[in-house]
């Protein structure tokens, strides 16, 4: 039985080639419904062979937006590019694309393999074709031997894996994915993330999806785009968006996060010093910013950046919290500690369990003193 080869994932960067073409192409892009705007003059381009994420929270447009890459709505101004063509008057049908919904809308009379070739069959194709087509697909989303069972005999995670050898069987060059695992449960979701993308590399076709839970599009993402009231508000790989993020709502939304608001006391080429109130310390960050003294800003702690120690630091006049542990989530391969400040501002801090523990060596309410590395903060000026 034949299946593609192995694709090689994607070294060049294409993004930062500027010799690079976009394989998809959306510029100035709107749409609104009954006077609410649901997309917002959006650029956006994404390049062959990417696995795209669209992230952000119910309402922000990311559905709109796949379902106009689709052909299901169209833009109310701006333009949607498809391998260099213009598709603002071309139907659904008739673009190189297709796509997962959520629901799956597996055809509940019709057997798995049945399912699977009924866009083949709708366009026509050679029956001894669509047989081969379709063994090669359950192949590729190992349910041999499964073609003949109905969906509801089927668990959660093999009416997903019907569902995308279906999309995959007429062989698009883009595939658009509509939170197609949020029907499974944690375990199964973790799992099937990783088999997309084994997948998406073997054919080699451009997947995009859209998804809400950050964890998702970090996992599958060559890149992501977070979306917020219709716009994008940061682009780029999954680490860049996670440690750099561009503003406190991406900061916010993409993983858990500390933000102290906070004024500039000095901004130099070795760094950024800022006083925050709330964390009772001053801040030092080991990146200059090209902002005024006394401007207003905010500073950023991923909780797993954070060291916690029941002595205070060695000579440390900067980076410095003290507080009282009040709560502690157990997470097995991690501890939550909430920690209150002085100024009674809540920060949190995630801690490895790398041993096996009868106690804690840290519990409830004993006095503690957070510290962190000059690298560890982000300065938020938007």
């Known amino acids: 039985m034949s299946q593609a080869s192995p694709q090689p994932r994607l070294r060049l960067e294409p993004w930062n080639d500027p010799a690079s073409v976009p394989y998809i192409r959306l510029l100035e892009v709107s749409k609104s419904f009954a006077g609410q705007t649901a997309v917002d003059r959006v650029t956006l381009d994404i390049y062959k062979g990417e696995f795209f994420s669209l992230l952000g929270p119910s309402g922000c447009g990311k559905t709109t937006l796949l379902r106009m890459l689709a052909g299901f709505e169209q833009p109310e101004r701006g333009r949607i590019e498809i391998d260099g063509a213009d598709m603002s008057a071309v139907p659904p049908y008739r673009r190189p694309v297709n796509m997962m919904f959520q629901s799956y809308a597996l055809f509940p009379h019709m057997s798995v393999a049945q399912n699977i070739a009924f866009g083949l069959k709708q366009d026509g194709i050679r029956k001894q074709e669509i047989a081969t087509r379709v063994e090669e697909m359950l192949a590729l989303v190992r349910m041999e031997g499964l073609g003949g069972r109905r969906p509801h005999q089927l668990s959660g995670g093999q009416r997903q894996r019907v569902a995308l050898a279906r999309a995959l069987v007429k062989r698009p060059k883009l595939l658009l994915l509509d939170e197609p695992l949020a029907a499974l449960d944690k375990r199964l979701r973790e799992h099937t993330q990783f088999e997309l993308v084994s997948i998406q590399e073997r054919l080699g076709i451009t997947f995009v999806i859209v998804t809400h839970d950050q ?65 009772g310390t001053h801040v030092f960050i080991d990146r200059g910013h090209d902002v005024a003294e006394g401007a207003a800003c905010a500073v950023a702690f991923r909780p797993e950046k954070l060291a916690l120690a029941l002595e205070p630091p060695a000579e440390r006049a900067v980076n410095v919290i003290e507080g009282t542990v009040f709560d502690i989530g157990y997470l097995g391969d991690m501890s939550i500690y909430h920690v209150k400040a002085a100024s009674g501002a809540m920060v949190r801090v995630a801690l490895a369990n790398r041993l096996r523990l009868v106690e804690r060596p840290i519990t409830w309410e004993d006095r503690v003193w957070i510290s962190w590395a000059p690298g560890a903060g982000v300065v938020l000026l938007s």
């Not at 406190?248 to 006391?265: I, P, S």
């Open 215 to 279: 964890e998702e599009a970090m996992t599958v993402s060559t890149r992501m785009a977070v979306m917020d009231q219709g716009r994008i508000r940061q682009l780029g790989v999954p680490a860049e968006v996670y440690e750099f993020p561009a503003s406190r709502f991406v900061a916010e939304f993409v993983g858990d996060v500390n933000v102290f608001e906070g004024r500039v006391v000095r901004s130099e080429r070795d760094g950024t010093l800022i006083h925050a109130p709330a964390a």
